[in-house]
Each structure stands twice: as structure tokens, then as C-alpha cells.
């Protein structure tokens, strides 16, 4: 059975993080998002799959702990 398109509110419930956190993911980070037309939308495999290997880290990158390196 093909696996359904999850939207932005799917991941936000599935991973229980917020869809600011979401969009940051995808510039900052790379995470797997496909647009379908103004919308992204996702393969719960594909964030599975970043998720596991480390692209949703924390990797210290909030503008306090920016600053607190330079």
C-alpha cells in the first residue's frame, strides 16, 4: 500500500514540535519536504528517516547560543 502525504499539522502532531520549527527544518536544515503548490507536504518514511539520522538535532543554533560562541 503506497504511503499517504502528510501536511505541515501531520508532522507538527507526529514529531511535537511546532510548525515554526517545521519550516525552520526545511531552510535550515534540509528536511524532506516536497511543495505541492503553496503547501508542503511530506513521506512519514523520508522525516523518519532525517530524523534518525540526526537532522533534527539539537545543534545549538538558537540566537542565544550564537552569540554565547562568538
Not at 514540535?17 to 503547501?39: C, D, F, L
Not at 532525517?50 to 543554533?61: F, T
Request: with cysteine; proline share 3%; net charge negative.
Amino acid at each position: 500500500m503506497d504511503e499517504r502525504w502528510l501536511t505541515v499539522e501531520d508532522i507538527c502532531g507526529y514529531l511535537n514540535v511546532s510548525n515554526e520549527t517545521i519550516y525552520k527544518w526545511i531552510e535550515q536544515r534540509n528536511m524532506p519536504a516536497h511543495r505541492v503548490g503553496r503547501r508542503w507536504m511530506f513521506k512519514q518514511s523520508e522525516v523518519d528517516d532525517w530524523v534518525r539520522s540526526g537532522g533534527a538535532a539539537d545543534k545549538g543554533d538558537s540566537p542565544d547560543a550564537r552569540e554565547s560562541k562568538g
